[in-house]
Nanobody
């Protein structure tokens, strides 16, 4: 059974940083693309970033480029999202996803106060 558990969310002031983690189990983690998505209140879930199985290729939505960094540790079955220079518009529930599948975590709330 695939399980994804996100952590690291919280309340932070604009300009601050947070590091999200997503621990995966029940799958051969190192063979999957992993992604981060977010859903703000009243909005649809949107793509944030994804990383290839090796970590060699990374993609970001334009609004987070230069501020967010996705990474992974295949030995720990964990994917990370380092978020710097946070803005109020980054406020959302952040979810990790196993690329190309319907597996999602429960989400972690990120709230950025201005």
């Amino acid at each position: 059974q695939v399980q994804l558990v996100e952590s690291g969310g919280g309340l932070v002031q604009a300009g601050g940083s947070l590091r999200l983690s997503c621990a995966a189990s029940g799958l051969t983690f190192s063979t999957y693309v992993m992604g981060w998505y977010r859903q703000a209140p009243g909005k649809e879930r949107e793509f944030v970033a994804r990383i290839s199985w090796s970590g060699g290729n990374k993609y970001y939505t334009d609004s987070v480029k230069g501020r967010f960094t996705i990474s992974r540790d295949n030995a720990k079955n964990t994917v990370y999202l380092q978020m710097n220079s946070l803005k109020s518009e980054d406020t959302a529930i952040y979810y990790c996803n196993v690329g190309g599948t319907g597996y999602w975590g429960q989400g972690t709330q990120v709230t950025v106060s201005s």
